[in-house]
């Protein structure tokens, strides 16, 4: 501990040249050490792939054979390539879908699992959880059977109701709402957890405060919690930005590769795998995956700046 | 301090040993699982790995090959989630890929890179083994230019109709399956067996075809040529393939089609309700059918398939060139797919043989139970003995995913089937310039 201080101390004081950093490095070699480890795992299956994917959509390759550089041709067939804009309108569809119910729902839970008067609370903490640790390809089996077009069990509660079936797999709307309820169920409980963990560091005098000041259990959620909750919501919207983008499983294991009727349930993830893996198309799969990132980097800002604004 | 830098420095050196033996493995447990002594010492015992998929050869035969080859260890790894994928990365790698592996029916894909692979030509595949098996099944793993072979045939997939007797009967349509393929010899006389079929049973809301994706499946597995011309050339545009598509949009357009996808849940349940009366499949089609509808056991017979004979699926052996040992390798799948093993595999686990010899053994003729006891690989044999060789190519599945897409935007979002066809060369045509 004291290492680090003194550590901190002298790099403050010293920076500026690159040649006096490598000499901090030097000086402090025994933490760089310590962390090292995350840096040699991160160079060798994140950045590494992260740069030969960059490299590779240059390039035309069928995975095995000789690459043929093709300069910006796979970026000028992307922007052309109707289905890739689909995919990005199916994944922006299925993400405001899925998020909004997802962290609606993931707070009211924390805030309940936080109450005072909650019996068995560790019970439902485990319970919330179990889904994000359930294996997702058998999560989608099970949805798949719910959501099944003539057999399945909605339906057959929606016509035992008198109700007309709904073509679930079929149509462009129900399609990405299926999708998107198995992503509500997989990743509620999991946000519920990161809020329970940001619930427990407000302090409790202020609810104390707020109780002897008369204020109801609604009022108390929206003047005490929200407000001081906002970090973490920033964090599980940026976070759940990030994962939505990369919807993969779950529409690959409902509808399959081609991303079902009309590619109505293609996400670009699902896009990418699809051109690189079934078909062989390495490079473009990498332009693929860099237009992925240009989107998910838009995304984030634009939910950083919504986030941000109310406190600046 | 220097206790300190010392212990980081042996962590850092654990970490990256680690990282290195995920990928060095292989090489380091040579002759591990054999058992003690043959390690180490002249090395006069070869370990050969081999990767295949669940069900795709029998477990027992795998174990035999350490007893019929002493000098040979071999490691059996059955590889889970997406084969092609892990198979493609390791040879694109230039190490950790097996001696032998086992290739499905996209082993075309691996055509332009044929030099991944040994030839076994060189090792007089042609001279001492072609006469043995089926010359259709032969030749999809033949490039083109008839000089390289990339891997020997494993198992088949002759096609055949499958149709509910029970249900037939009701409707009055031939029930004997030698009755069924004199009746329903063409698709024309299909669909009429069809529309009879479904106005018969009306109030069963019975359908006469499971999807029209399958019709076209089959419709263009019955051709002598698909997608592609042996040079490579896209030739999906032309009479043969229109042809396999109008027979699926007509089913549509008479409402002969139950719309429910294959490989689903949803498929399961209406063969097992018995909402479907008929479809053409493969033989392996026989476990999928006896798995998703026990309820009804003893109702199913097959007969040759209207339109013609066809083949679906089926897998093959090859040795890849990072092999030390491709001679050993040869011997080991020439021994597994011998004619005799592929008569027992076939008993074992239902995988229907490229060997034409042992079809007069009398094991391959049996009655099965949940067929009403009919002997049907009696009728899985013709088909086999009749398959066009059709050359699939390796971008054959560019073709068939954008026909299949279109396909089931047609069935399920009533999509005009002209513009579909336009749409779906359009699509091919497109990607194809990639």
Redesign the interface.
């Given at each position: 501990m004291s290492n680090l201080e003194l550590a901190t101390g002298r790099g403050r004081k010293q920076t500026g040249k690159y040649g006096s950093l490598w000499r901090e490095i030097y000086r402090n070699k025994v933490i760089y050490l310590f962390i090292s480890p995350f840096y040699i795992l991160f160079a060798i299956f994140g950045l590494f792939p992260i740069l030969f994917s960059f490299y590779l959509a240059f390039q035309k390759w069928d995975g095995i054979g000789e690459m043929q550089f093709v300069g910006l041709d796979q970026f000028r067939y992307l922007i052309t390539d109707t289905v890739f804009w689909k995919a990005i309108w199916n994944t922006l569809e299925i993400w405001i879908y899925s998020t909004i119910p997802m962290l609606f729902f993931a707070l009211v839970i924390a805030f309940l699992l936080n109450s005072a008067f909650l019996r068995y609370r560790n019970l439902y903490r485990i319970a919330y959880f179990l889904p994000n640790v359930t294996s997702i390809v058998a999560v989608a089996i099970i949805f798949g059977t719910l959501f099944g077009n003539t057999y399945g069990f909605l339906n057959f509660i929606l016509t035992s109701f008198g109700l007309e079936p709904i073509e679930w797999l079929n149509s462009r709307f129900w399609l990405k709402i299926a999708i998107a309820s198995m992503i509500v169920w997989r990743w509620t409980g999991y946000n519920a957890i990161i809020y329970l963990a940001g619930l427990q560091s407000i302090p409790t005098v202020l609810y104390e405060a707020a109780r002897i000041d008369g204020a109801s259990t609604v009022q108390t959620f929206f003047r005490i919690t929200i407000p001081l909750l906002r970090p973490v919501i920033l964090f599980t919207v940026i976070t759940s930005t990030i994962g939505g983008m990369q919807i993969f499983t779950e529409p690959q294991i409902l509808v399959g590769n081609g991303g079902g009727p009309n590619a109505e349930g293609m996400t670009i993830v699902l896009y990418l795998y699809q051109q690189a893996f079934t078909k062989n198309l390495f490079g473009y799969g990498s332009a693929v995956a860099w237009g992925l990132f240009v989107v998910i980097a838009v995304f984030s800002f634009i939910n950083w700046k919504i986030v941000q604004r109310p406190e600046s | 301090?220097t206790r300190?830098?010392f212990f980081?420095?042996a962590?850092?050196f654990c970490?990256?040993v680690t990282?290195v033996g995920c990928g060095g493995q292989q090489a380091a447990d040579t002759g591990g699982s054999g058992g003690g002594g043959d390690a180490g010492s002249g090395g006069e015992k070869i370990t050969l790995t081999l990767w295949y998929w669940n069900r795709s050869i029998d477990d027992n035969l795998l174990k035999e090959v350490n007893k019929q080859f002493p000098n040979i260890n071999l490691k059996a790894e059955k590889i889970g989630g997406?084969f092609?994928?892990k198979l493609?990365?390791s040879?694109?790698a230039g190490s950790g890929a097996p001696d032998i592996v086992g290739l499905n029916d996209w082993v075309a894909?691996?055509f332009?890179?044929k030099d991944?692979f040994v030839n076994l030509f060189e090792y007089g595949a042609d001279k001492e083994l072609k006469s043995q098996y089926l010359e259709w099944k032969w030749n999809q793993a033949v490039t083109p230019d008839g000089n390289y072979m990339i891997a020997l045939p494993m198992d088949t997939g002759p096609t055949a109709l499958f149709y509910r007797e029970d249900l037939f009967r009701e409707a009055g349509l031939p029930t004997e399956p030698e009755e069924v393929s004199a009746q329903i010899k063409t698709w024309e006389d299909y669909f009429e067996a069809g529309q009879k079929l479904q106005s018969a049973l009306a109030d069963k809301k019975v359908f006469m075809f499971d999807n029209i994706n399958t019709v076209f499946t089959q419709a263009t597995h019955q051709n002598d040529k698909i997608y592609f011309d042996n040079s490579d050339n896209f030739i999906g545009d032309q009479e043969h393939i229109k042809q396999a598509w109008d027979r699926a949009v007509k089913v549509h357009q008479l409402g002969l089609s139950?719309?429910?996808g294959g490989?689903?849940?949803?498929w399961n349940?209406?063969m097992n309700?018995g909402?479907v009366a008929s479809f053409i499949g493969a033989v392996w089609m026989k476990q999928i059918l006896m798995e998703a509808a026990p309820d009804t056991k003893g109702k199913w017979r097959i007969a040759r398939a209207p339109g013609g004979d066809g083949n679906n699926g089926g897998s093959f052996i090859g040795i890849t060139k990072q092999s030390k040992h491709p001679k050993e390798a040869y011997e080991v799948i020439k021994w597994l797919m011998s004619p005799e093993h592929q008569l027992n595999s076939l008993v074992t686990m239902n995988l229907f043989p490229s060997t034409p010899s042992v079809f007069s053994d009398s094991k391959v003729v049996q009655a099965e139970e949940f067929f009403g006891n009919q002997k049907m690989n009696e009728i899985f044999m013709k088909s086999a003995e009749n398959v066009k060789p059709a050359y699939r190519g390796p971008k054959f599945?560019?073709a068939n995913?954008a026909f299949?897409?279109e396909l089931?935007?047609i069935e399920?979002?009533n999509?005009d089937p002209e513009k579909a066809w336009n749409d779906a060369l359009n699509k091919i045509k497109k990607?194809l310039t990639?």
């Open positions: - | 301090m300190k830098i980081s420095w962590l850092i970490l990256l990282v997406d092609k994928a493609t990365t040879l694109a894909e691996f332009p890179n991944q139950a719309k429910i490989w689903t849940p949803e349940a209406a309700n909402k599945s560019i995913s299949q897409d089931t935007n399920k979002q999509k990607e990639r």
